[in-house]
Every structure is written in C-alpha cells, then in structure tokens.
C-alpha cells in the first residue's frame, strides 16, 4: 500500500499527488502529520478574544482544520489535529495566543477535540471527490465546522456550568459569521487546486 488514503485508479486527496513507496511513503506521510499540526498551531496565532462576547478567542485554526483534512485525507488528517492537541497539551506553545496545556485550553478543549473527528470525516468525504466542485466543497466544510461545534458546545456547557443557551451564546453565535468565511475559503481553495493540478497534467 503506498498511501494512507488509497483510491480507485487516481488520487483521493491532494496529498496522494506525492510519490512514495514503502518507507519512502511513511516519511512522507509523518512529514504530513507534523506539517499539517503547524500549520494549524500557525493559524491559532492568527486570534483574538472579546470577553465581553465569549470566552472562545476567534482563530484561523477552523480554517486550517479543513484544509488539513480535505488536502490530506482521514486519516493523516486526524493525525495531524490529534498531534496538534496531544503536543499542545503537552506543552508545544502552538494553541492561541501560544498558550499550551491542559488549563490554558479548558475552554477550548471540546472544540480541539472536534477538530480530529472533523479533519476525519472532511477528509473522507474529500478522498471520495466531494471537494472537486465548489458546492459539495462547501457541503463538506459546511459538516466539519457542525461537528467542531456539537463537540465543542457541550463540552464548554460543562466547563462554565451554564446551560444550553448560555452554551449558544458563548460558544457558536458570535462564530457563525467567521466560520462561514473561513468555510467558502477553504471551500474555494480545493476545487481551485485540482483544477491547476489537472491543468498541468494535461500540459
């Protein structure tokens, strides 16, 4: 097997367009993982927060997540994020604001954890070529952000102790309008690739 994301006669994802056989293939693939949590603890720099809004500060990392995962596939996808959370939990200063460890991230750690699940199923969905068009892009990175928030939400409820609506209000509400942004981005960006990726296959 040459690649973590195997697929019927071409690429599943961008990342399978990278040669590599046997060893050749794992260090590719752990080049991957180690680059794709950079890039995202790279994004988490990009934020800010307003306590008068919500604990949770505004990053770029949702718009990492999806690009990892749809670029990378499920697995070397979720792999990067869950090297993402374990190294930042461990102390890697790569969480927002370059903060790291478990009470910097308490907050926020409903949502770290969303991101490896999300990475997964954005990168499944895009190995079986949902982001060759902008539409079923959109969809997918439209599913990754849901499931950031169904893990992220209840998982702060418990860290504030407030209920539903308060949960709302902290911790999906003031990010709706961000988050979509970042998802037409993200969204655009990958049909865009396989386009220029096509382009010169046929030069």
Do not use: C, H
């Not at 994301?5 to 040669?19: E, F, M, V, Y």
């Not at 199923?121 to 068009?133: Q, T, W």
């Not at 911790?171 to 988050?179: M, Q, R």
């Amino acid at each position: 097997m040459t690649t973590l994301n195997p697929s019927l006669g071409r690429p599943g994802t961008l990342a399978d367009l990278i040669p590599g056989t046997g060893a050749t293939a794992l260090v590719r693939d752990g080049a991957l993982v180690v680059g794709g949590a950079a890039f995202t603890g790279l994004a988490a720099q990009v934020s800010f927060t307003i306590p008068s809004i919500s604990p949770v500060p505004y990053t770029l990392q949702t718009f990492a997540v999806l690009l990892v995962g749809a670029s990378f596939g499920a697995i070397r996808g979720a792999l990067s994020m869950a090297l993402y959370l374990v190294a930042g939990l461990a102390g890697v200063p790569w969480f927002a604001q370059q903060a790291s460890g478990y009470d910097a991230a308490k907050v926020t750690m409903g949502y770290l954890a969303g991101f490896v699940i999300a990475a997964a199923v954005v990168g499944y969905l895009s190995s079986r070529g949902n982001d060759r068009r902008f539409l079923s892009s959109t969809a997918e990175m439209f599913l990754g952000t849901l499931i950031i928030y169904a893990v992220g939400v209840p998982i702060l409820m418990n860290t504030l102790d407030v209920n539903l609506a308060t949960g709302l209000e902290y911790g999906l509400y003031p990010f709706v309008v961000t988050d979509t942004l970042k998802v037409l981005a993200a969204a655009g960006l990958l049909p865009l690739a396989w386009k220029l990726v096509n382009r010169d296959k046929k030069a």
